[in-house]
C-alpha cells in the first residue's frame, strides 16, 4: 500500500525561458511506495516535469514540496538540503548522453559514491553489486561515450542505482531498446517498486504501462493533466487517449483496412 506524501505539486505551471508553457496547473502526489507513469505526446510536459520533482527546473507559479518540505530554488542551494535531496533521488534522464562524462564505466558509477564520501571498499562493493545486478561487468573498463544506446542506458541506471536513492525517475527508460531489453527495463521497474522504491516513469508506449505503473496521469498536448487513474481504467478511455494523441484511430484504420485489402488481394 502506498505510504506517505513525497511529492506534492500545486498549482504548478513552468514556462522555459522565452518559451512556451511546458506545464500548466499540474496538481498531482506521489506517495511513498507508488509506481506513477506519466504519459502524454511528444512536447506535452513529462520530461519537465521529471526535471521539476528532481529540483533542476522550478515552476514560475504554484508550488511543490518533497519530503514534506518546500522544493524550492532556495532550499535546493543550501547544501544540507541538496545533499539529502540528492541521496533521496534519482534520475535517469531521456538522452542518457547527457548523464555519461566519465571516463570509464566503472568511474561513471562510482561517481556519484565517491562525492558522498564513501570509503574506497564501499565504493567497491556498490559498484560490483549494480554491476553484477545490471549484467554490465564486462563493460566495467570502455569509456562510456562510445557503448551502444541500450549499454549506455544501462550504465546510467547503474549509476543512480549506486547512490540507492528511494525515488527513481525515469525518463522513456524503454526508448530505442530492444524487445528482449525492454523486458528486462520493465522487470526491472517491477523488482525496484518490489524493494521499496517509488517510481515514476515516461512513456507514450502504452503496451507497457499496465506493467510498470499502479496510476498513470495523462498529459494533454496543452501541458494540463488530462486524467488520472489505473492503468486499466485509462487503456479504456480510448476517446481521450485519441484526443491527447497517444492513440491514432486513422492509423489503425489504415492498417486495417490495408491488411483487410492485402488480406482479399490473396483470395
Ligand atoms: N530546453 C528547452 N527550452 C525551451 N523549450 C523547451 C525545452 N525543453 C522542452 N521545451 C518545450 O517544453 C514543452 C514540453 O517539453 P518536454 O520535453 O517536457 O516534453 P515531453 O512530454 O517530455 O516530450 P517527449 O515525449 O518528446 O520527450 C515542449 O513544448 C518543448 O518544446
Ligand atoms: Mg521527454
Redesign the pocket.
Known amino acids: 500500500m502506498p505510504g506517505e506524501i513525497l511529492f506534492e505539486l500545486k498549482d504548478v505551471c513552468y514556462h522555459?525561458p522565452g518559451?512556451?508553457e511546458?506545464l500548466s496547473d499540474i496538481n498531482l502526489s506521489i506517495r511513498q511506495g507508488e509506481k506513477v507513469a506519466l504519459i502524454?505526446?511528444?512536447?506535452?510536459?513529462?520530461?519537465?516535469l521529471l526535471n521539476v520533482l528532481d529540483g533542476l527546473l522550478f515552476p514560475q507559479k504554484g508550488s511543490i514540496s518533497s519530503f514534506g518540505l518546500i522544493l524550492d530554488e532556495k532550499n535546493i542551494s543550501k547544501k544540507d538540503f541538496n545533499f539529502a535531496f540528492r541521496r533521496r533521488v534519482g534520475f535517469v534522464f531521456?538522452n542518457c548522453d547527457a548523464q555519461l562524462f566519465n571516463s570509464s564505466v566503472w568511474e561513471e558509477i562510482a561517481f556519484g559514491l565517491v562525492q558522498l564520501g564513501l570509503d574506497t571498499r564501499e565504493v567497491k562493493r556498490r559498484v560490483e553489486d549494480v554491476m553484477s545486478m545490471l549484467g554490465i561487468g564486462h563493460l566495467k573498463d570502455r569509456p562510456p561515450f562510445r557503448l551502444s544506446g541500450g549499454e549506455k542506458k544501462k550504465v546510467a541506471i547503474a549509476s543512480v542505482l549506486s547512490m540507492n536513492p528511494e525515488v527513481i525517475l525515469l525518463d522513456?527508460p524503454a526508448n530505442n531498446l530492444d524487445p528482449r531489453t525492454q523486458s528486462w527495463m520493465i522487470k526491472l521497474v517491477k523488482q525496484l517498486n518490489h524493494a521499496g522504491k517509488t517510481l515514476v516513469t515516461?512513456t507514450?508506449n502504452l503496451d507497457i504501462i499496465e506493467e510498470i505503473a499502479d496510476r498513470v496521469v495523462v498529459?494533454s498536448e496543452d501541458?494540463r493533466i488530462a486524467a488520472v487513474g489505473k492503468p486499466k481504467e485509462i487503456l479504456d478511455k480510448r476517446e481521450l487517449l485519441q484526443q491527447v494523441n497517444l492513440v491514432d484511430e486513422q492509423f489503425h484504420r489504415h492498417i486495417r483496412d490495408d491488411l483487410h485489402r492485402h488480406y482479399h488481394s490473396h483470395n
Not at 41 to 46: D, L, R, V, Y
Open positions: 522555459y518559451g512556451e511546458a502524454g505526446a511528444n512536447g506535452c510536459g513529462k520530461s519537465t531521456q522513456e515516461t507514450h498529459f501541458h
